[in-house]
């Protein structure tokens, strides 16, 4: 089986390939970095037809909310044939758009135990929900503290801490990473039937 996948930038890339590929051993990931979120919404007509195409089983477009009050205003940004794609009955799409309600780094502040390995000398516990946090600049301040004062580097950080990631832990302190995380997971169940 394999699914395509569509991310806005580097530290998406380097996350998501490592956390699916670890997590979903009998899958097959495509990641493909869009560069930024404008482009990942802009090209994901091109990249649904590219994976089709291809014959993969699947297509998740994983992005963040940004400023948009709610998910729905989100899926209206897509065009109209994403947005048709996106709706239809979840065990007849193809197509999965996966929204974080905050930044990638709420979701890594999600997984208590990541951030500590990460960040050893932090004195941090998870929130009951991380989208409660503004995660960046928790994460800047963590950064900053532990590597001498120098900005954060989201891409590096995305490589130390996915391999210490837990998809199970980070669900208990992030709703949106749990809905994102049993999207996939039935998306790939759903895949293995086609």
């Known amino acids: 089986m394999i699914i395509g996948v569509g991310v806005e930038g580097p530290s998406d890339l380097r996350f998501w390939t490592k956390v699916l590929h670890k997590?979903?051993?009998?899958?097959?990931?495509?990641?493909?970095?869009?560069?930024?979120?404008?482009r990942l919404i802009r090209e994901t007509n091109r990249l649904l037809e590219s994976f089709r195409h291809l014959h993969y089983n699947s297509c998740l477009v994983l992005l963040d909310r940004d400023s948009a009050p709610c998910n729905s205003e989100v899926l209206s940004e897509f065009d109209e044939l994403v947005r048709s794609e996106a709706t239809k009955p979840l065990t007849e799409r193809y197509l999965h758009i996966l929204i974080a309600v905050r930044e990638l780094e709420a979701w890594y502040l999600a997984d208590e135990q990541a951030i500590q390995t990460v960040f050893p000398n932090q004195d941090y516990q998870a929130p009951h929900d991380t989208s409660e946090l503004n995660a960046e600049r928790v994460i800047s301040s963590f950064w900053k503290s532990e590597f001498g004062g120098s900005a954060l580097n989201k891409i590096e950080l995305a490589g130390l801490i996915s391999p210490k990631f837990s998809p199970q832990r980070a669900m208990e302190c992030s709703t949106s990473f749990m809905h994102t995380w049993k999207r996939i997971t039935f998306t790939v169940s759903q895949g293995s039937g086609r």
């Open 23 to 38: 997590h979903l051993p009998h899958v097959k990931f495509d990641v493909r970095n869009m560069k930024n979120r404008s």
